[in-house]
Every structure is written in C-alpha cells, then in structure tokens.
C-alpha cells in the first residue's frame, strides 16, 4: 500500500519558520516528480512546490523567495522549507507524488498538515 506521511506542522509566529517532511512507503518507484500543494478553508488545493527528478523546481508566485523545496538523499523524502511566514501561508498542506507507470501516471496524496500562522 502506498502510504505518504507529513510532519512538521504547527502553531508558528507571523515571520517564523517551519520544515515540513514527507516520506513515501510502499515500494514505490519511479518518482516523476514530488511536491506541496495547500489548501485553506474556502480555497481551491493549489500548487505549492514542485521539484522533478531532474532537479528543477516549481513555486507559486506568492512564496517565490520564502519557500524552498529539496529531496532527500534518501529518494522517497521531500521537504519543504518555509520561511518568513504569513498569516495567509495558514492552510492544510498535502505531500504529493507523481509515479511514472508504462501506461499513465499515478498520483499519490498524503493526507495533510495544518500549518498556522498566526500572533
């Protein structure tokens, strides 16, 4: 069963900063891409970061410059490092992979951390 796990959410101040972690189990392989999407309450799940196995990255235009995505040396971690944080940052964030098959490709969702931002 392919599972994806996140930690490192929480209660940060308004300019703080969190790491989120993501670990994939199950035997996956294949890995296209990982990435963070978030969504907030009312909002519509949103691209967060990207990064492909050839390296290149993705961000939203609203944490261009705070936020920065990595893999692990370990294949199946990806992390997000979020910095100067916002009270608008404040939303529920999913870990997310996309698994290369010969016939499609296959997405997988964690199940989601809140992170919030808040005085």
């Known amino acids: 069963q392919v599972q994806l796990q996140e930690s490192g959410g929480g209660l940060v101040q308004p300019g703080g900063s969190l790491r989120l972690s993501c670990v994939a189990s199950g035997g996956?392989?294949?890995i296209n891409t990982m990435a963070?999407?978030?969504q907030a309450?009312?909002?519509q799940r949103e691209l967060v970061a990207e990064v492909t196995r050839g390296g290149s990255?993705?961000?939203a235009d609203s944490v261009?410059?705070?936020?920065a995505i990595s893999r692990g040396n370990a294949k199946n971690w990806v992390y997000l490092q979020m910095n100067s944080l916002k009270p608008e940052d404040t939303a529920d964030y999913y870990c997310n992979i996309n698994v290369l098959t010969p016939d499609y490709g296959m997405d997988y969702w964690g199940k989601g951390i809140?992170?919030?931002v808040s005085s």
Do not use: A, D, M, Q
């Open 28 to 30: 996956i392989s294949n």
């Open 36 to 38: 963070w999407y978030r």
């Open 41 to 43: 309450p009312g909002k």
């Open 57 to 59: 990255t993705t961000y």
């Open 64 to 67: 261009k410059g705070r936020f």
């Open 114 to 116: 809140l992170v919030t």
